[in-house]
């Protein structure tokens, strides 16, 4: 299993940026995918899902109404849409799969993840 993000960059505050992430391997689209991300010092933090079966979406409070998470099954991609970027966005993000967790905010319960991409907001 392979998991490939793109879209990081550089913006000003009140920008936008949509992340990307490539899955790649598994044999079908059973699986719970995820957006972290962890600024440095920081732990990694959950910023939404879209759960196993029932495709439930979770945001993090502090992202709610400002970031749209969205999947396409046929392109075997998770977006992450970001709008309305503050300076407390800035951290590197990574997508995350799991085969088994029906859906979790909880980093360790995710087998797969991406590189990371850069997310920097200036003020």
């Known amino acids: 299993v392979q998991l490939v993000e793109s879209g990081g960059g550089e913006v000003q505050t009140g920008g936008s940026l949509r992340l990307s992430c490539v899955v790649s391997?598994?044999?079908?689209?059973?699986?719970?995918v995820a957006w972290f991300r962890q600024a440095p010092g920081s732990e990694r933090e959950g910023v939404s899902y879209?759960?196993?079966?029932?495709?439930?979406?979770w945001y993090v409070a502090s992202v709610r109404g400002r970031f749209t998470i969205s999947r396409d099954n046929a392109k075997k991609t998770l977006y992450l849409q970001m709008n309305d970027l503050k300076p407390e966005d800035t951290a590197v993000y990574y997508c995350?799969?799991?085969?088994?967790?029906?859906?979790?905010?909880?980093?360790?319960?995710?087998?797969?993840w991406g590189q990371g991409t850069q997310v920097t907001v200036s003020a």
């Open positions: 995350a799969a799991d085969r088994w967790a029906l859906g979790s905010e909880i980093a360790s319960d995710y087998d797969y």
């Open positions: 391997g598994f044999p079908d689209d059973d699986y719970v």
């Open positions: 879209i759960g196993r079966r029932f495709g439930t979406i």
